[in-house]
C-alpha cells in the first residue's frame, strides 16, 4: 500500500514543480519562501551579531556601531540589540512552528474529514457538529483560552493553531470525500473487499490532494500571520528569544519615534505571507491549465 | 422564413475550403482543415465523425464563435451569398439566433436554470424582431404548441428543471426555431436523450424543417440516425471531410476506407456475433497536433501506400478524400471479420428470484409529518427474477431510471437487496454487501463499470492497480509472481506490458476501458457484470471493445450479465434478453425472441426507435408519448400503461399485468391476450426489394 502511495506523489510532485516554472507569480512566491528558508538554515553565518548581545540602543538604521566601528544596517531596538540579527534569527522561529502547526492541523482535519464524508451517518452528525461549534467561537478567544490554560511555550502554539484550524479542513475534506466517494473505482475496490482504511488513505485521499496542497499554502501564510498575532500579544514564544510579532510589540510603544523597530519586523512577516499566497495563486493557476 | 424569396441562390450556406484552428501553449493546432460544404433551402445535411475530428468546430465556425484561441485560418463561410468575415460585431449579433440558430446537446446546460422557459423564450422576438411583450408572449406560446409540447401555458410558467430532459429538448428546439432561421445547426441534439425520447425529438425537427424550409446542419456520432434525419452526409476525419453523399449511396456503396470501416463498427441487428464479429478500425485516432503528412487516415488503412497516400494533404477527388479509391475493390474488404465457433453454455450460475430493492427517501418537513408521510419508498427493483447460465451473455435492457444500474449494484454486493434472493454458484448473496463476502465470492463476479475517465484511481499507475487485485482476488502475494500475472493480463486485452507503469491521464478512453477489463478479469472471475461498458466509447472504439469482451468471455467460459440501453449491440451481444422499465421486468427470452413478435408493446417500441445503420432494413415507427413516470410515485398497475400505445383500458392502470408464457421461456407482462400479442407485424424487416 505505502509503495502504490509514494510513488504516485513523488511522480506528480515533480510534474507540479515543472509546471510551476510557466507561472510568473507561482514563481515570484516559491522565491519569495526559498529566500526566507535560505536566511533561516545559514542564520549563524549571516547574522553579524548575537540576537540577545546589548549593543547600543535606539541606533537608526545604517548608523555605525561604537565598539567596532561596523554598519547597524537595521539599527537596534530599545534595549539596544540588532534587529537585523534578530530579524535573521526569528525567521527559524517562523518557518519551524508555522510549517510544523500547519501540518498538525492537517493531520487532524484530514482524518475527521475523511471518517465524516466516507462514513456519513453519526460519524459526519458527530464530526460536523464539534466542528461546527468550535468555529462559533471567535478564534483569537480560542488561542488565549489554549496558551492561557497551557502555557506559552512552541509546543502549546502548535496546539492552539491546530485546535482551531481543523475543522476548516475537515470541511475542505468532507467535502471533497463526499465527492469522490461516489466514483466507480471507489466501488470497484468495494466489490474487491478493500477496508474502509484503504479507501479512504488509497482511493480517495491522494485523489483530493489538488485542492488540498493550494489551500495548504493559503493557509501556511495564515499560520505565520497568527504565529506574528500570539507573539504580540505576548502569548507566542517566550521573551528574551527572537520573534517577529513580539518585536512589533516592543517597538510599538515607540512607533512614532522609532518606526523602524515595527516596520522591519512586518515586512518580514508580510513578505514570506505573500510568498506563500502567491504560491498558492501560481499551484492554481497550474492546476487549472491542465 | 417566409421573407425569404424563392428567387434566392439555392444555396444557404455555403462554406468553402475552411480551416481553424485553436492556438494553444503547444502551438497552433489544426482542428479543421480544408472543409467544403453547400446547404441547400430546406435541405438536411449530417456531420459525421468520432469525437475529436472537429465536426463541432465547423458550427461554431458557421457561427464565428470560436472563443479567444480559435479563429478561421482560411476559406470563406457564406451566408445568403454574404461572407461572415465581413460582418461586424452587431451584424453577428442580427445573425446569430435569428437566421442560423443552434441546438446544444445538453439541455439542462442551454437553458437558464433560474428563469421560466417563458422568459427565455420571450426574449428571441423581443431581441430580434422587437415586437411586444404581449405579441413575444403569444409567439411563443403558439411555438410551444408546434413543437408538441402539452399544456403550453403551464410550461411557459416553469422552470427548466421542473420539465423533462425530452420537454427542455423541446423547448430549445422552440427557443431556436422562434428567430425564424434560415439554417438550424444541431450539436448531437438527441445524445444525452433515452432512444424512445430521441425519436419523437428526430421526427420534430424533420417535420418542422419541412414546415418551415429550414435547411439544417445535423451533427452526430450516431450513424443509424444519419440514415434516417438526412438527406446528404459529410464524413469526417481528424479535421478532414473525407466523404460526402447522398446517404443511400454513403451507406450501400462507401468509397472512403473511413467512411467503410465505421460502418463495419456498428452491430446491425441482422448481424450474429458468431457468424459475422465486428471488425474495429485498428490503430487510434492520431492527436491533432501529430497528425501524419499526407492521408490522416493512412496509418489506420489496409489499402495504405506510401508513395501515393503519404505525401502531401490529399485533395477531394469527386466528394471522397482518398488518392487511391478508384483502386480499392471494396469487395476485397469482406464486412466482419473472423467467424468465431459457438458457444458452449454450461450450468445455471446466476438465480435471481424476486429480487427487490427499495431506497427510503425521508421528508422531514412538517407538512410530510402532519401528514404522516416522513418516509416514502422508491422501488428501484420489484420483483425481478431471471437466470444466466455459466459462459451465457445476459443482456439487461432498459431506459435511465428503469433500475438496471441499481439491480448490478445489488449483483455486486454495493447495495443489499430488500427482499427475494439473489443465489450465485450455489449460496446466498442479495442480502450480504460486498465488505461481508468472501476473497472467492468476490473474485468470482466482478464488475466493469461505464465511464472510462472514472473507473480507474487517476493517482495510481496501471499496474498498481491491477496488481492490487492480483493480490487480493488472485491469491498471489510474491511480487516477481503478480507481476507476471499483471503483464499476462495487460496481454489479454491487448496492450503493451510497457502500460503498466502508466498513469491513467496518459491512456485513451479505450485503453482506460481495456485497463478496467483486465482489472476484472484478474480474480479469474465466473461472472462480470457489465453495465454500459461502451456507451461512453466512439463507434470504432466501441467495436474494439465489444469484441475483447467477447473474446475473453469465450475463452474463460465467463458469464456475462450485460446492462445497455443500446439495443444493437445487445442483439449483437445477447443470448438472452431481460427487458425493463421503472424497476419491473417487461419481457423476457432468447435474444431472437425479443427481437421478432410476439412483443411486449414497450419492447415494440423501444425497437422501433433505435436508429439502424443499414439503408436495406425498414422499420416500423412507434413514438411514445408523455415521459417516464416518476419512481416516487408509478402507476398502481402496469408502470408503462401511462405511454403504452396499446393500452386496452382501465384494467392497466388498476391491476399488475399477468405474466404470458410462450414456447422457449419468452415471457411477456401484459395484460394483452397472448393472441392479441402474436398478431403484431416484425418492426424491423429487410426491405424487400433490396434483397
Redesign the interface.
Known amino acids: 500500500m505505502s509503495d ?2 509514494n ?2 506523489h513523488g ?2 510532485l515533480l510534474r507540479a514543480i515543472g509546471l510551476l516554472r ?1 507561472s510568473w507569480i507561482g514563481m515570484i512566491g516559491a522565491g519569495l519562501i526559498s529566500f526566507w528558508v535560505l536566511v533561516a538554515l545559514f542564520a549563524p553565518l549571516l547574522a553579524p551579531h548575537d540576537p540577545l548581545a546589548i549593543l547600543q540602543p535606539f541606533a537608526k538604521p545604517g548608523a555605525l556601531h561604537v565598539g567596532t566601528g561596523s554598519t547597524l544596517w537595521l539599527g537596534t531596538d530599545n534595549l539596544g540589540r540588532d534587529i537585523l540579527s534578530r530579524i535573521i534569527w526569528g525567521s527559524r522561529t517562523v518557518l519551524i512552528y508555522a510549517p510544523l502547526a500547519t501540518f498538525c492541523a492537517y493531520a487532524v482535519g484530514i482524518f475527521m474529514g475523511l471518517a465524516a464524508g466516507y462514513h456519513r451517518g453519526w460519524w459526519d452528525m458527530v464530526l460536523s457538529r464539534i466542528g461546527d461549534i468550535i468555529l462559533s467561537f471567535p478564534v483569537l478567544v480560542l488561542y488565549i483560552i489554549v496558551i492561557a490554560t497551557f502555557g506559552a511555550s512552541g509546543l502549546n502554539i502548535v496546539i492552539a493553531i491546530t485546535f482551531a484550524s481543523a475543522p476548516g479542513i475537515m470541511r475542505l475534506v468532507r467535502g471533497l470525500t463526499l465527492d469522490l466517494r461516489n ?3 471507489v ?2 475496490s ?5 477496508s474502509a482504511f484503504f479507501i479512504m488513505l ?2 480517495i485521499l ?2 483530493a ?1 489538488g485542492p488540498l496542497i493550494v489551500d495548504a499554502c493559503v493557509r501556511l501564510g495564515y499560520v505565520i500571520i497568527t504565529i506574528g498575532v500570539l507573539g504580540f500579544l505576548g502569548l507566542g514564544l517566550p521573551p528574551p528569544d527572537p520573534d517577529w510579532g513580539g518585536m512589533v510589540n516592543e517597538g510599538r510603544s515607540m512607533a512614532m519615534i522609532f518606526p523602524h523597530m515595527t516596520i522591519i519586523p512586518c515586512v518580514a512577516i508580510s513578505s514570506l505571507v505573500l510568498g506563500f499566497n502567491l504560491l498558492a495563486d501560481g499551484l492554481r493557476e497550474v492546476s487549472l ?1 491542465d | 422564413m417566409t421573407e425569404i424569396s424563392h428567387s434566392e441562390p439555392a444555396s444557404v450556406l455555403e462554406i468553402e475550403n475552411l480551416s481553424v484552428s485553436y492556438s494553444t ?1 503547444a502551438g497552433e493546432i489544426p482542428a479543421v482543415v480544408d472543409f467544403s460544404l453547400n446547404l441547400a433551402r430546406g435541405e438536411s445535411v449530417g456531420l459525421v465523425g468520432e469525437s475529436g475530428c472537429g465536426k463541432s468546430t465547423v458550427a461554431m465556425a458557421i457561427m464565428r464563435y470560436l472563443g479567444a484561441n480559435g479563429g478561421i485560418v482560411g476559406g470563406k463561410v457564406r451566408f445568403h451569398g454574404r461572407d461572415m468575415a465581413e460582418l461586424d460585431a452587431p451584424a453577428l449579433r442580427r445573425v446569430r439566433g435569428a437566421q442560423i440558430a443552434m441546438v446544444y446537446q445538453e439541455p439542462m446546460a442551454a437553458l437558464n436554470p433560474s428563469l421560466t422557459i417563458g422568459e427565455q423564450l420571450r426574449e428571441v422576438p423581443l431581441v430580434h424582431t422587437g415586437c411586444a411583450p404581449s405579441e413575444a408572449h403569444a409567439l411563443s406560446v403558439q411555438m410551444l404548441r408546434d413543437v408538441h409540447l402539452p399544456d403550453p401555458d403551464r410550461i411557459m410558467a416553469s422552470y427548466p428543471h421542473q420539465i423533462s430532459g425530452g420537454q427542455q429538448q423541446r423547448a430549445v428546439i422552440g427557443m431556436a426555431l422562434l428567430g425564424r432561421p434560415a439554417v438550424l445547426l444541431l450539436d448531437e441534439p438527441t445524445t444525452a436523450l433515452d432512444v424512445t425520447v430521441e425519436a419523437g425529438i428526430v421526427e420534430l425537427i424533420a417535420e418542422l424543417s419541412r414546415k418551415f424550409g429550414i435547411a439544417s446542419l445535423y451533427i452526430s456520432h450516431n450513424l443509424g440516425l444519419m440514415l434516417e434525419v438526412c438527406d446528404r452526409i459529410g464524413v469526417m476525419y481528424s479535421g478532414e471531410l473525407v466523404e460526402q453523399g447522398d446517404t443511400e449511396t454513403i451507406f450501400s456503396q462507401p468509397r472512403h476506407p473511413y467512411t467503410r470501416g465505421l460502418l463495419d463498427c456498428i452491430p446491425l441487428p441482422h448481424a450474429d456475433k458468431q457468424e459475422r464479429p465486428l471488425r474495429a478500425i485498428p490503430g487510434r485516432l492520431p492527436l491533432p497536433q501529430e497528425r501524419p503528412s499526407g492521408c490522416g487516415f493512412g496509418p489506420r488503412c489496409e489499402s495504405f501506400q506510401p508513395e501515393i497516400c503519404g505525401v502531401g494533404p490529399i485533395p477531394m477527388d469527386e466528394n471522397v478524400r482518398c488518392a487511391r479509391w478508384r483502386d480499392i475493390d471494396p469487395r476485397d474488404s469482406k464486412p466482419g471479420g473472423d467467424s468465431r465457433p459457438d458457444n458452449p453454455l454450461g450450468d445455471t450460475i446466476l438465480e435471481v428470484a424476486d429480487l427487490r430493492k427499495h431506497f427510503a427517501i425521508r421528508n422531514n418537513s412538517l407538512r410530510a409529518m402532519v401528514a404522516g408521510r416522513t418516509v416514502r419508498y422508491v422501488k428501484a427493483n420489484e420483483d425481478l427474477t431471471f437466470d444466466a447460465r455459466k459462459g451465457e451473455t445476459v443482456a439487461i435492457v432498459g431506459e435511465s431510471g428503469c433500475g438496471k444500474s441499481t439491480l448490478a ?1 445489488v449483483l ?3 447495495e443489499t437487496a430488500t427482499g427475494g434472493t439473489v443465489r450465485f454458484q450455489d449460496a446466498e448473496v442479495g442480502g450480504i454487501s ?2 461481508d ?1 468472501s ?1 472467492a465470492q ?2 468470482a ?3 466493469i ?3 472510462p475517465d ?8 496501471v499496474g ?1 492497480q491491477i496488481g ?2 492480483v493480490r ?2 488472485g491469491a498471489e502475494t510474491d511480487a516477481a509472481k503478480v507481476r507476471e500475472r499483471v503483464r499476462k493480463l495487460l496481454d489479454m486485452v491487448k496492450l503493451p506490458a510497457e502500460f503498466a507503469a502508466r ?1 491513467p491521464r496518459q491512456l485513451s478512453g479505450g485503453q482506460k476501458q481495456r485497463v ?1 477489463i483486465a ?1 476484472a478479469f484478474a ?1 479469474k472471475p465466473a461472472a462480470v457484470i457489465a453495465d454500459e461498458p461502451i456507451s461512453a466509447l466512439d463507434v470504432s472504439v466501441a467495436a474494439a471493445i465489444t469484441e475483447l469482451i467477447l473474446d475473453i468471455q469465450r475463452e474463460n467460459g465467463t458469464t456475462l450479465v450485460f446492462i445497455s440501453h443500446d439495443l444493437g449491440a445487445v442483439r449483437y451481444l445477447a443470448d438472452r434478453v431481460v427487458v425493463m422499465y421503472l424497476g419491473r421486468i417487461m419481457e423476457r427470452g432468447s435474444t431472437e425472441a425479443i427481437f421478432s413478435p410476439p412483443y411486449h408493446p414497450y419492447t415494440e417500441a423501444l425497437l422501433s426507435a433505435v436508429p439502424i445503420a443499414d439503408p436495406t432494413v425498414e422499420k416500423r415507427r412507434i413514438v411514445l408519448e408523455g415521459a417516464l413516470p416518476s419512481a416516487l410515485d408509478p402507476p398502481k398497475g402496469c408502470p408503462f400503461s401511462t405511454r403504452c400505445p396499446r393500452r386496452i383500458g382501465a384494467i392497466c392502470d388498476e391491476e399488475a399485468p399477468p405474466s404470458r408464457v410462450f414456447p422457449g421461456g419468452h415471457s411477456i407482462s401484459c395484460h394483452l391476450s397472448v393472441d392479441a400479442l402474436e398478431i403484431v407485424e416484425p418492426v424491423i424487416a429487410l426491405k424487400v426489394d433490396a434483397s
Open positions: 502504490i502511495a510513488n504516485a511522480a506528480s510557466e466514483r466507480d473505482y466501488a470497484a468495494h466489490t474487491r473487499g478493500e488509497v482511493e491522494p485523489n490532494r491549465r | 501553449r449494484r455486486m454486493g454495493l460486498a465488505g463476502r476473497p468476490l473474485g463476479l466482478q464488475m463499470f461505464q465511464n472514472d473507473t480507474l484511481n487517476p493517482s495510481l499507475s498498481a492490487r487485485v487480493k482476488l498513469r478496467a482489472r480474480g
